[in-house]
Every structure is written in structure tokens, then in C-alpha cells.
């Protein structure tokens, strides 16, 4: 049975330094303490909440609930053919570890994914991606509890839905999901994908000098570029891109680049537009405003800091105050992507 604490601060587990106390508190760190836990729960009628790495979770000052720490641990080759290799990670495990354990092993794949904070158990939820890469086009499946019913499940990567910064686990009832593994597939036919401007740029010096570029390459690069453009959380607090970037029709994307040339936008494959939210939040002068002690980072402002350490009020406070000047200089709507940390009674 694990260790159920009670008034934890999760303040420390809060990649936002939000203040946040857990009217209950236990970490598990194997699927029996987690089963031990939500039994816990479930007799003394006490709601429960799933915290992986605190890099995609809004905390409220006071969770009346059972906050459960995910810490399970271990990886390893699951199977091995002509087309690639299957891997099994746990969820506790550390994201950027674990790609970094893959490129030890000499199994590229997630190399562009390097550095992104938080655990192995929370990359499906919000399929995360950076430079040109999205993981759910590398996970072969997920694993966990159905905590409305106890059973076990398996999804693959279709069942899954993966969409941008999105999945099936993030739609509504999405909290009854607990994930406690997750399996990927790395193709041998593998190709390095370093078309990212940032990237390209990084890489090439190494180019020009014709060398063989690797996966270990680009994952230097991915961490250098990073580094240099989004703080990290232990100096400056800070959950990575506070909004999507938002799809528009082409339509508004026209409107858009007729008035302001310098627009950053990409064309998707459905006719539609990405814009750089980034571009659009700096261009209306919330680069490096501060607002409540929260603030809109310096080199990069997509990313919303909390270096005052000030409470979810004051952070939604800001995060409205940017998403309105949006709308009313573009007619561009904002979509938060981190979530609000979400209760469930079993
Ligand atoms: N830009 C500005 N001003 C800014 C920030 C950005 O003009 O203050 C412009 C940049 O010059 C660039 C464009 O906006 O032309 C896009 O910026 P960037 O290349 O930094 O990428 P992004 O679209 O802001 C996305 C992801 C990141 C991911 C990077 C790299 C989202 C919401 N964000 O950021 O993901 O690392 O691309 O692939 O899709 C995250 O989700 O937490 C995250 C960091």
C-alpha cells in the first residue's frame, strides 16, 4: 500500500511553481500501489487526480481529491524485425531520458522530441511534438486502467485519434483514462527529419563540412535551439507553449497576411493555415509583458512564465488578457493548451 500523505503541497511537482496544496497525496510506483490507491479511494468515496510530470497540468490553489503521483518506471525492447523495433516505457518514466536512452541503444526515432519536460505517461494525452515530429506517429500503443470500471486497456495508435496537440485521452471524460505504459514503434526505414528552419540553420555548419549527420546530431540541436529560445521550468517557471497555434481558413489567412506582410503562417494540407501564435502574441506587444507578476517570456512569447510564483487565478488572469488582445487586433481565437488538473469519484 503506498504512503497516502495528507495537506501535500504540489507546488514542487508544478512546472508553473503554481501554490496548489492535495487534500491527499501518494506516489505509486507500481500498477499494485496504484490499484492499492484507487481502492482507497473508492471506499472513503474520495475523488481522484493523475499527476505525471506537472508540465501540462493547471493546479488549483486546493484539490479536494486523492492526488495520485505517477512514478512507474522501466523500459525495454519488446521485439525486433526488419521493419524496426517495439519499445515499452513506463509512464513515470522521464520523457527526455527515455528518447535519450533510445539514442544510447542506437534506435533512432524521437530524437526531435529531445528536451520536451514531463513524463513518458503524458506525451500520448497531448501527442507532443516539436520540429516537423509528432509522437503519435511513433507510438504503437497505449496502456492503462479504466478507472470507472477497473479494467485494463489497450489502444493503438488509430484508437487513439492522435491529432494535433491532441488525442482521445484529452476529450472529455478523458480523466476515467490512467496510463501506465506506453509501447512505440521505430522504423528501421527511419529518415532524420531536420527540415525545421531552427534546425536546419543549427545544422548547417556540420552539413557544409559533409559530415554524416545523426540522430545524437540532432538532438544536440534540438536541445541547443530550445535552450535558447524556452526557459527551463527549474529556473524559470513555465509549461512550454501556453496556447496552440491556431488553424485558420484561407480566407482569414488572406485577411491576415493583406495587413500585417510578415504574418508567420504554414499551409496545410487541407487548405487551411497554422499561424504562429507566437508571432501573433509578440506582434501585439505582449513579449515580455508582465501582467500580475505572470509574464509573456522574453524570447519566445508563446510562453507564459510565472516567476513570481503567483496563484491559477493570477496565470488565468494574463493568459485572458493575452487571448482577448488577440481577438480584438486579428479576430483570432486562442485555445489554451495546457489543462486544468481533472477530478474523477470512481
Ligand atoms: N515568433 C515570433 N515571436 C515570438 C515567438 C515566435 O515572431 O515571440 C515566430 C517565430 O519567429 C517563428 C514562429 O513564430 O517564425 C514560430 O515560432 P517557433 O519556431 O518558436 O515555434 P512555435 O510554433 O512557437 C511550436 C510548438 C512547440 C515546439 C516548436 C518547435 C506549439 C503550440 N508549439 O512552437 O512546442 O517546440 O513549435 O517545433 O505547437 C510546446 O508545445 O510546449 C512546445 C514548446
Given at each position: 500500500m503506498p504512503c497516502i500523505e495528507q495537506n501535500v503541497s504540489l507546488q514542487p511537482y508544478s512546472c508553473l511553481a503554481l501554490p496548489s496544496t492535495a487534500a491527499y497525496f501518494c506516489r505509486c510506483q507500481?500498477?499494485?500501489?496504484?490499484?492499492?490507491?484507487?481502492?482507497?479511494a473508492k471506499e472513503r468515496g474520495i475523488e481522484v487526480s493523475l499527476l505525471g510530470g506537472g508540465s501540462n497540468?493547471?493546479?488549483e490553489d486546493h484539490i479536494d481529491a486523492l492526488v495520485i503521483k505517477l512514478e512507474l518506471q522501466g523500459r525495454k525492447l519488446l521485439d525486433e524485425n526488419e521493419q524496426g523495433k517495439l519499445i515499452r516505457a513506463a509512464a513515470g518514466?522521464?520523457?527526455?531520458?527515455?528518447?535519450?536512452?533510445?539514442?544510447?541503444?542506437?534506435?533512432?526515432?524521437?530524437e526531435n522530441l529531445s528536451l520536451i519536460p514531463g513524463t513518458v505517461g503524458a506525451a500520448p494525452i497531448q501527442n507532443i511534438g516539436a520540429y516537423g515530429v509528432e509522437v503519435g506517429d511513433l507510438i504503437s500503443s497505449v496502456h492503462g486502467f479504466d478507472l470507472l470500471d477497473g479494467s485494463r486497456f489497450e489502444l493503438s495508435a488509430k484508437q487513439c485519434a492522435f491529432d494535433y496537440r491532441d488525442s482521445v485521452f484529452k476529450q472529455q471524460d478523458q480523466a476515467r483514462?490512467?496510463?501506465?505504459a506506453v509501447d512505440f514503434f521505430l522504423p528501421n526505414t527511419h529518415s532524420l527529419s531536420l527540415h525545421y528552419p531552427a534546425l536546419a540553420d543549427y545544422l548547417a555548419p556540420l552539413k557544409e563540412s559533409g559530415a554524416d549527420i545523426s540522430a545524437t546530431d540532432i538532438a544536440h540541436a534540438v536541445i541547443a535551439v530550445r535552450n535558447?529560445?524556452?526557459?527551463?521550468?527549474?529556473?524559470?517557471?513555465?509549461?512550454?507553449?501556453?496556447?496552440?497555434?491556431?488553424?485558420?481558413?484561407?480566407?482569414?489567412?488572406?485577411?491576415?497576411?493583406?495587413?500585417?506582410?510578415?504574418?508567420?503562417?504554414?499551409a496545410l494540407e487541407d487548405g487551411r493555415f497554422k499561424l504562429a501564435a507566437g508571432w501573433l502574441i509578440d506582434k501585439a506587444g505582449w513579449k515580455g509583458r508582465e501582467y500580475g507578476g505572470v509574464r509573456m517570456h522574453d524570447q519566445q512569447a508563446l510562453v507564459l512564465s510565472n516567476p513570481k510564483r503567483q496563484t491559477l487565478a493570477a496565470v488565468l488572469a494574463c493568459a485572458t488578457q493575452v487571448s482577448t488582445d488577440i481577438q480584438a487586433m486579428f479576430d483570432v481565437e486562442l485555445e489554451r493548451e495546457p489543462q486544468l488538473l481533472k477530478r474523477i469519484k470512481l
Open positions: 507500481t500498477e499494485q500501489d496504484v490499484l492499492d490507491a484507487l481502492a482507497w497540468a493547471l493546479l518514466e522521464s520523457w527526455h531520458e527515455f528518447v535519450l536512452w533510445t539514442l544510447e541503444q542506437g534506435w533512432p526515432g524521437l483514462y490512467l496510463i501506465s535558447s529560445k524556452l526557459p527551463a521550468p527549474e529556473m524559470i517557471p513555465n509549461l512550454g507553449s501556453f496556447f496552440k497555434n491556431p488553424v485558420v481558413d484561407a480566407k482569414t489567412q488572406q485577411r491576415l497576411i493583406n495587413k500585417w506582410p510578415d504574418l508567420v503562417s504554414y
